[in-house]
């Protein structure tokens, strides 16, 4: 498998434009996270779904963020209005429910809106 | 609450030298203990992780870590640095299966040549 796969890797957006990102997580894994790192808040946990259903998005910051997960292989989280304090890396990270397993990470998108 | 705490922020130690990275939790149950590494621009790679049995685990490129339960911690540890161990790295507590992680706050090594 090739990991998890985030696109794109690096975004530059204006403040006011609608951003989204995407992930595709490792075939078979039931569970998908988004994190949000930066350098005043480390890595936090934006929301996470089980079987395409969001779980826990007590994370999201405001209403102007919005994840989906249509399928099995496939995520998005969308920022509309952007604004320049969602200038971050991104993760999109997945996991397995059987057996003890790892979250996988993929390498992330770095956001950054001026 | 649950929480991680990693005291060093940042550590510079020489290569070839002994590495200890410290780590504090406190979660309400037996806890899913994680340790990630960064490396600049890149996402975080697994090192090793503790479920449960032996309280000392093995990880990759040579670094291991030991749970200890009554401190609440899970120090990371390497007996011989590399230059290509710099980087930074996280200690991060979840539970069993779906893996809901809470990260410190990291700490980035420095090593000189």
């Known amino acids: 498998d090739a990991g998890v796969i985030q696109s794109p890797r690096h975004e530059v957006t204006e403040m006011g434009q609608e951003v989204t990102l995407r992930c595709k997580p490792i075939?078979?894994?039931?569970?998908l996270f988004w994190y949000r790192q930066t350098m005043m808040r480390g890595l936090e946990l934006l929301i996470y779904f089980n079987n395409n259903v969001p779980i826990d998005d007590s994370g999201m910051p405001e209403d102007r963020f919005s994840a989906k997960m249509p399928n099995a292989s496939f995520s998005t989280l969308k920022i509309q209005p952007s604004e320049p304090r969602d200038s971050a890396v991104y993760f999109c990270?997945?996991?397995?429910?059987?057996?003890?397993?790892?979250?996988?990470f993929g390498q992330g998108t770095r956001l950054t809106v001026v | 609450a649950q929480s991680v705490t990693q005291p060093d922020i940042h550590i510079t130690v020489s290569e070839g030298a002994s590495l200890e990275l410290r780590c504090n939790y406190s979660?309400?149950?037996?806890?899913?203990l994680f340790w990630y590494v960064q490396s600049p621009g890149q996402g975080l790679q697994l090192l090793l992780k503790y479920f449960s049995g032996d309280t000392l685990v093995q990880g990759i490129k040579g670094f291991e870590a030991e749970f200890k339960r009554s401190q609440s911690s899970f120090n990371l540890r390497k007996p011989s640095v590399h230059w290509s161990d710099a980087a930074e790295y996280f200690c991060?507590?979840?539970?069993?299966?779906?893996?809901?992680?809470?990260f410190g706050a990291g700490t980035r090594l420095a090593v000189h040549p």
């Open positions: 075939s078979g894994h039931d569970y």
């Open positions: 979660y309400g149950a037996t806890p899913y």
């Open positions: 990270a997945s996991s397995s429910s059987q057996g003890d397993t790892e979250a996988f």
């Open positions: 991060a507590v979840g539970r069993g299966g779906y893996n809901k992680l809470i």
